[in-house]
């Protein structure tokens, strides 16, 4: 069977630099930081006590009262994300059939905030002072499916829970579903919100999250030699994906082409990648293959890039693995330099990077690089952003549980 072609028409982004796409790109082309001292957890008892966390959010600023009662924080943030990206696909203008437009989302964690309120009221009041709308309230697919409600959306509908790699996932699952026609569009991405105590606590008794509380700006640093540890972040950034042939009938501006998607386990350990990055480089191969493309056409990789001691120093060994010598000669950023790790929306925002590098030739900068580490010796693009062509791009995700997905986006020239 001929497979569909699928394009990207809308993007929507909420997180710790801005409420929109616009506003998020424009700060990560300026290096700007987003992490500061965490203000909604007491961290007095935590090692861990930065984050970048959404400042001054009023859901009543998005939503009536009554309908945020019955959203967590995740959902909220993926109906804001959803509705700037639907807005921007101008697909609400135009003719289209719901029966055929899905919603497959990636939540790592889902309702936590929920999950501890009401396990709180229930230790402290008994179980009568649960509320009823605790489980629609908490449990991971009830972003996707307050989208489709909220919007009429009947096609296929899901959430990907694979950890850190699960907007990945959902991309790659959109993309599939296009490509094969059981769809015209998707509405794909992630959205998360565990700035709580318990999932920053649980993350500190890991010993995951960096300890640089005295400097919160600095204390994200992808592959410098002092990283020591990721920061938690939260947000969410959706796309709509859609078929090529359906966005030309309606005239849509198109922003990239998906091309490829690739997907591997480790098969080696709950939180620890295998050193030499086979699980990674694996699905880095399965997804130039998918589309096509060998290492050498390559231009820009969008990394995982979470600033602990071993993500960073795997994920350069599986790149120079299958890009061998062309390794040198890649542009590869971090996001989360600047945004943190908001888990299961991560891939979403870090898809969005990609697009727009892809669309301007700007690559914004991994920042904190500043001790070399012999292990992680490629071009991170550190500190300041740089105008490089970008034509082909990837974007790595890898999640707890040895999870690994790579996407493939191409700068889309007809």
């Not at 489709?148 to 950890?163: E, M, Q, W």
């Not at 060998?294 to 795997?314: I, M, R, Y």
């Not at 943190?340 to 990609?354: D, P, R, V, Y």
Request: aromatic fraction near 8%.
């Amino acid at each position: 069977m001929n497979k569909k072609r699928v394009v990207i028409t809308g993007m929507g982004a909420i997180n710790a630099l801005a409420d929109n796409t616009k506003g998020t790109w424009e700060r990560l082309v300026r290096g700007e930081s987003g992490i500061e001292l965490v203000s909604k957890v007491d961290t007095t008892d935590l090692t861990s006590k930065i984050a970048a966390e959404i400042k001054g959010y009023d859901p009543r600023n998005y939503f009536e009262p009554k309908a945020a009662k019955k959203l967590d924080l995740y959902t909220q943030y993926a109906l804001i994300a959803g509705k700037e990206a639907m807005e921007h696909s101008q697909i609400l203008k135009s003719s289209y059939d719901p029966n055929r437009f899905g919603v497959i989302l990636g939540a790592g964690i889902g309702g936590i905030l929920t999950f501890e309120e009401e396990s709180y009221k229930m230790f402290k009041a008994g179980p009568r002072r649960i509320s009823p709308f605790f489980i629609p309230k908490m449990i991971s697919n009830i972003a996707a499916a307050q989208l489709s409600i909220d919007y009429g959306l009947k096609g296929i509908n899901y959430t990907c829970v694979s950890a850190c790699a699960s907007a990945n996932h959902a991309m790659g699952a959109a993309f599939r579903a296009i490509q094969y026609g059981d769809v015209d569009l998707v509405i794909t991405g992630g959205s998360e919100a565990a700035v709580t105590p318990l999932a920053i606590g649980g993350f500190c008794a890991m010993r995951a999250l960096s300890t640089r509380n005295d400097e919160p700006h600095r204390a994200s640093r992808p592959f410098d030699k002092e990283r020591d540890g990721f920061i938690m972040g939260e947000g969410a950034a959706l796309l709509v994906f859609e078929d090529l042939e359906h966005a030309r009938k309606r005239d849509a501006e198109i922003f990239a082409e998906v091309v490829g998607f690739g997907a591997s386990s480790d098969a080696y350990h709950i939180t620890a990648p295998e050193e030499n990055g086979a699980g990674t480089s694996l699905a880095i191969r399965n997804a130039l293959h998918d589309a096509a493309i060998t290492p050498e056409e390559v231009d820009f990789v969008s990394a995982h890039g979470t600033s602990t001691p071993l993500n960073d120093k795997t994920e350069t060994a599986a790149i120079k693995t299958v890009f061998g010598e062309h390794a040198y000669k890649l542009k590869i950023n971090s996001t989360k330099s600047m945004l943190g790790h908001t888990l299961g929306a991560a891939a979403g925002i870090e898809a969005i990077s990609c697009i727009m590098s892809l669309r301007t030739g700007v690559i914004h900068p991994t920042i904190n690089y500043e001790n070399p580490d012999p292990d992680c010796d490629l071009d991170y693009v550190p500190n300041k952003t740089i105008n490089h062509p970008v034509n082909i791009a990837i974007s790595n995700s890898l999640g707890f549980g040895g999870h690994n997905s790579v996407l493939v986006l191409k700068k889309f020239t007809g």
